[in-house]
């Protein structure tokens, strides 16, 4: 596998102008001839097909849901980052780049996160002349909001309801697109297969969720929009349909896997309440500008938090890290919970939760300004829980949130397959150990909206491919591939469910295995321990999984089979190369590497560098790759909160 | 053309129930001042009629404007009564109404056939009688106990019909804004009452012998 | 956090596929967690169908978070269920009693065919959308962000519109089928915005002629599309869609 970054010489901010001036270019009235399979309506596959559409390219767009509206990019709270300095506050997309780069713990390629602020500002633009309804400042301008700790206002957004509005404006866009003609649009398909042909990707191979039926598509190039794969560990707060299949099975294909054990743990989700969880919701982080973090100092105190007196509480971060306290970043904040957890001191029914307490901010500043800043919040979360946090504390734990890792791109965002392009959440390419609030949603828009297109071009420009038709001996094999597959889950459910398994109880037992191994804490025994328990838990779901109904219909328990299939599959590279990483790193603490004060410690000699896994075949040791990482432009500084 | 489709289009027959709505309260208006000379006499309500009936080209307009505004309020209504059916095609087996107060709107076709059963029988005695003896007609008429209450029972149901037409004729128009959306709502009470009040104490007046 | 369970009888709508009739089903589930939330108990009810080999029910679902749209049925004759502005994810059991029986049915509507037991086709909406419920920009060339100032209030008054999911609710609980209130609620975003202002008659005029072809019903101000919402959409969105299609109608 060859790992070439093709990131374009000279100086940093002239590198993606430089870029575009010498790619190659299809002619507009060429551009017809092409044909182009987005795969995923989120804010990255949204805005790929209708831009795609709008210069010429015929265009096939997928997805899982029932409406393109409906993709995982809608669930977004926060915001989204964009360089503009309208505070005038003192940014600037060098600043933007570098809060980037140093968010993502030096784990990020320069010139992917330099271009990545530089359209940070189209994106904003776009937006607004789409329709997307910012919140405005009383005089009619664009309000911002400084979000996740950074120290400008950079952040826009629409309510709480940023990832919605922003997808919506994409989906619009896209309808525009449909109503046209130039994109065909192909909801409730689930992509099952990618096809190769000459070694170039060149179509996919699709089960219709409603009828069952097996079909495939052909195309001079597909892009990979499919978002992230956080529910490999059952509980997380992404989407239920939410999976790795198209990624894992253009891996499966020779697409390179690049770090997937990077997996962002966000430290203010509700916690767990019983066994019959199925997802977890995301509390606004801004809560912890004003809740103070404690546990009961006594382990196993089942006092309610009112009769627990001050002295016997252990606020745990303000006292560990004096000038952050409360405010310490995502992966330090989830680290430390899961810490008192461990030790005894969880709170709440199940022991897995830390309180979140604005006593006191209600004291300083008075309930209705508290309820101003997180009324909505509250209500939530008094809708969730059936407590009201006016009057008793939050209980807050991390939960899995977002996937740094995924395909491995180069600045073209083309994969290791020629032809076959991955963009937004599904590659890894701009976050490095651990994504910055509010930067997910402008990764995704701007590859879709600004990036993809030149890349597209200039593959069809230098490359040329010839006409495939999905008659192709390839197709009709990926096919029958695909067929087999579904038959081999439901061959074992014939006999009914006698002493079988469902699907869920393997998928929770899956998810426990790389919470508690492969979370916000690893070591190599806990990882090696986890690598020995796979296979077994693999051969379980073969063997015991009992999935009812039938290939050829509407059946959502083979549909949520196929998925686990996958994410069994790929969790061996998830926990491998969490193994191959020796160090500790943005998200995650590796235990052996700790600095003396037990924090978190990068190892920029050994691991300056992005792993990237190659398939060998079912049963075969994947292969690592590495990536070296170069910083010409930012020297890496070892992150300290204390 | 662009009139046909927009008479055609789902907000075009709102709007023409609206419109025709909009107009039959108009007449309404009209009417209930000609009757509310019953309150000082039938004398008084005999001139009244005299005079108009003096006029009858003013009548002839009057009547003929009024009767295609009713058939156009009538079969619009029933029509999308029908279509609207056809769009819910399956029933619930639970019917619960979300809104509280969903009489009004939900048996409009119910009280507006009544009103139409209503508006026939009484347009036949009234209207086409004689109109030099009206005054008599219907002093004799409202001393029926059983037509008193027949008229009651349907200025109630014009009552309830308006409760909900009313407010929903501005709806259509586009008039909902939340500065004077409080005296819309007001509004949906006093202009039913209104009419329930004037045409509903005529027959009382009536029964009780009240009328000088 | 409380951790009372209750006892429930379910009367589920059962269909296997558009061609086939359905029926309901009953079933009983036993020590539910008032906690959980209304899709938990269904996931509850089907992890226990499927031991006992039979069908699970199948539902639309995905973010869980009351957002995507994705979730719905009718609840006790209420689309979403008993709590206002909420979404079926989002409802708890804590809102039911102990020996209460639930009926849940699809959301019905000519213009939403079923596809399998609680599972609708919703794509008429999106084709509502596809007809003009956009504003017509190519990527690339938009002007700066802060080029047309806009108050602050019309911005907010336009992200109440633009805040529906889209889930067909407003369908499903109109009396007649109508889908005014999804329709209403992106005319008035597009037409408040100055940026949808130049499209504004074409959009009126191809939108509800978009939704007149679905088949859905026509709007007689029943309001029950506004007290379903789950977000809370007000019907002043139709009044404002009435004005924009009368005068594209009349002086477009
Ligand atoms: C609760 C929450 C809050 C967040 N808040 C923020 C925030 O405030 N700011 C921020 O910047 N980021 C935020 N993020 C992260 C951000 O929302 C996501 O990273 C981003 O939206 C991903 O977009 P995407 O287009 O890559 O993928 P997605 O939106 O996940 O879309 C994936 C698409 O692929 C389709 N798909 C998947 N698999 C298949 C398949 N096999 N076949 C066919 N189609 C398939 C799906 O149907 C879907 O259309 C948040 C994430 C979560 C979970
Ligand atoms: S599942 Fe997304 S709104 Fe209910």
């Known amino acids: ?642 | 053309m662009w009139f046909v489709s927009f008479v055609k289009s789902s907000i075009g027959k709102k709007w023409i129930m609206a419109l025709s709505g909009s107009f039959l309260t108009l007449f309404l208006c009209s009417h209930a001042a000609g009757n509310a000379t019953l309150f000082s006499s039938i004398s008084l309500f005999q001139a009244y009629a005299d005079q108009l009936h003096s006029h009858p080209l003013i009548i002839s307009v009057f009547s003929k404007g009024l009767t295609l505004t009713f058939a156009v309020h009538v079969v619009t209504g029933s029509l999308l009564f029908l279509q609207n059916r056809k769009a819910r095609n399956q029933r619930y087996k639970v019917k619960t109404r979300a809104i509280s107060n969903s009489q009004a709107s939900s048996t409009m076709i119910y009280s507006g056939l009544f009103i139409l059963l209503f508006i026939v029988i009484h347009t036949s005695v009234v209207s086409f009688g004689d109109h030099g003896k009206i005054g008599v007609t219907i002093s004799e008429m409202f001393r029926s106990f059983f037509v008193s209450m027949f008229y009651i029972i349907a200025f109630i149901g014009l009552a309830i019909h308006l409760s909900h037409g009313f407010w929903s004729m501005l709806q259509t128009f586009g008039v909902n804004h939340p500065s004077y959306n409080s005296l819309i709502s007001r509004l949906t009470y006093i202009v039913p009452l209104f009419f329930l009040l004037i045409f509903g104490t005529i027959p009382l007046l009536f029964l009780f012998g009240m009328v000088s | 956090m409380t951790t009372k369970s209750i006892d429930l009888s379910l009367e589920i709508w059962r269909q296997k596929d558009s061609r086939t009739t359905g029926v309901f089903e009953s079933y009983q589930l036993k020590s539910i967690s008032a906690d959980m939330s209304f899709l938990e108990m269904l996931d509850v009810l089907n992890e226990k169908l499927t031991r006992e080999g039979l069908d699970p029910v199948a539902f639309d679902h995905d973010c869980r978070e009351g957002i995507c749209g994705m979730c719905g049925a009718v609840v006790n004759g209420i689309a979403h269920g008993p709590e206002p502005e909420t979404t079926l994810c989002q409802l708890h059991m804590r809102h039911f009693c102990n020996g209460d029986t639930i009926v849940i049915e699809p959301f019905r509507s000519r213009a939403f065919p079923i596809r399998k037991d609680l599972i609708v086709d919703r794509s008429a909406l999106d084709r509502i959308i596809q007809a003009g419920g956009y504003i017509s920009v190519n990527t690339g060339g938009a002007p700066d962000g802060n080029a047309i100032p806009i108050p602050s209030a019309t911005a907010e008054l336009a992200m109440d519109a633009a805040a529906c999911i889209g889930c067909g609710a407003c369908v499903a609980s109109c009396p007649n089928g109508a889908a005014m209130l999804f329709t209403g609620a992106k005319i008035s975003q597009l037409s408040l915005l100055p940026q949808g202002r130049p499209e504004r008659k074409e959009r009126a005029m191809a939108m509800v002629s978009a939704m007149d072809k679905e088949g859905f019903g026509n709007c007689t101000n029943e309001r029950e599309c506004e007290a379903v919402c789950p977000k809370g959409i007000s019907i002043r969105n139709i009044a404002r869609m009435n004005r924009e299609f009368v005068k594209a109608s009349f002086f477009g």
């Open chain 1, 1 to 642: 596998m060859q790992l070439k970054s093709n990131v374009p010489e000279g100086p940093l901010a002239e590198k993606w102008d430089k870029h575009r001036f010498s790619t190659k270019l299809v002619n507009p009235a060429n551009r017809r001839k092409y044909k182009v399979i987005v795969v995923g309506t989120g804010l990255a596959g949204a805005s790929a097909a209708a831009t795609l559409a709008e210069q010429g390219y015929e265009v096939s767009s997928f997805c899982i849901q029932d409406s393109p509206r409906r993709a995982h990019s809608i669930a977004a709270q926060g915001g989204i980052n964009a360089a503009k300095n309208y505070q005038n506050d003192g940014d600037s997309i060098q600043r933007l780049f570098y809060d980037t780069i140093k968010g993502g713990d030096f784990r990020s390629r320069e010139a992917n996160v330099y271009r990545l602020a530089q359209v940070s500002n189209n994106i904003i633009d776009q937006c607004v002349a789409q329709g997307v309804p910012f919140a405005r400042e009383y005089g009619g301008t664009l309000a911002n909001r400084s979000f996740g700790g950074a120290q400008v206002s950079r952040t826009f957004y629409a309510r709480g309801q940023t990832g919605q509005q922003l997808l919506f404006g994409a989906y619009s866009a896209l309808s525009r697109q449909i109503k046209s003609g130039k994109v065909t649009m192909h909801t409730r398909q689930e992509m099952m297969e990618l096809v190769l042909v000459d070694g170039q990707a060149r179509g996919i191979v699709t089960r219709d969720i409603i009828s069952g039926e097996i079909a495939s598509y052909s195309a001079d190039a597909v892009i990979l929009a499919t978002g992230g794969y956080g529910n490999a560990y059952f509980l997380s707060t992404n989407a239920m349909a939410s999976n790795v299949t198209a990624a894992w099975r253009a891996h499966r294909m020779g697409a390179g896997f690049a770090n997937p054990s990077f997996v962002q743990i966000h430290p203010t989700c509700i916690p767990v309440h019983g066994s019959y969880q199925s997802k977890l919701t995301l509390m606004s982080e801004s809560l912890r500008n004003d809740g103070r973090v404690w546990v009961p100092k006594k382990p196993g105190d089942t006092r309610k938090p009112g009769s627990i007196p001050e002295e016997e509480r252990d606020y745990y971060l303000e006292n560990k890290y004096p000038s952050f306290g409360n405010l310490v970043p995502r992966d330090v904040a989830s680290r430390n919970a899961k810490e008192q957890c461990d030790a005894g001191k969880g709170v709440g029914s199940t022991q897995l939760a830390v309180y979140l307490d604005f006593a006191e901010a209600i004291r300083r500043d008075g309930e209705a300004t508290i309820l101003k800043k997180y009324g909505n919040l509250f209500q939530m979360y008094e809708k969730i829980t059936d407590s009201n946090p006016l009057h008793e504390p939050m209980m807050i734990y991390p939960a899995v949130h977002y996937t740094m890792g995924g395909l491995w791109v180069d600045y073209n965002l083309m994969t290791t397959i020629p032809g076959l392009f991955a963009i937004g959440e599904c590659n890894f390419s701009d976050h490095g150990a651990n994504r910055l609030g509010a930067s997910a949603l402008m990764q995704g828009l701007a590859d879709g909206y600004f990036i993809i297109a030149n890349c597209i071009a200039d593959y069809f420009g230098s490359t040329n491919p010839d006409k495939v038709s999905s008659t192709l001996p390839q197709f009709v094999d990926a096919r029958k591939k695909c067929q087999d597959r579904i038959q081999k889950l439901l061959r074992g459910s014939k006999n009914g469910p006698q002493g079988k398994l469902t699907v869920d109880d393997i998928h929770k037992e899956l998810g426990i295995l790389l919470w508690d191994h492969c979370g916000m804490a690893r070591n190599k025994e806990g990882l090696e321990k986890a690598l020995a328990k796979l296979p077994a838990l693999q051969e379980k779901f073969w063997k015991d999984v009992y999935i009812p109904g039938k290939g050829k219909e509407l059946n959502q328990s083979l549909e949520r089979a196929g998925r686990l299939a996958d994410f069994l599959e790929f969790a061996e590279i998830i926990i491998r190369d969490a193994l191959a990483r020796e160090e500790s790193c943005g998200c995650h603490l590796r235990e052996e590497s700790q600095t003396e004060e037990n924090e978190a410690k990068r190892d920029d000699v050994n691991y300056s560098h992005v792993s990237v896994w190659e398939y060998q075949g079912d049963g075969q040791e994947p292969v690592l790759h590495k990536e070296e990482l170069t910083f010409e432009n930012v020297t890496p500084s070892q992150r300290s909160y204390k």
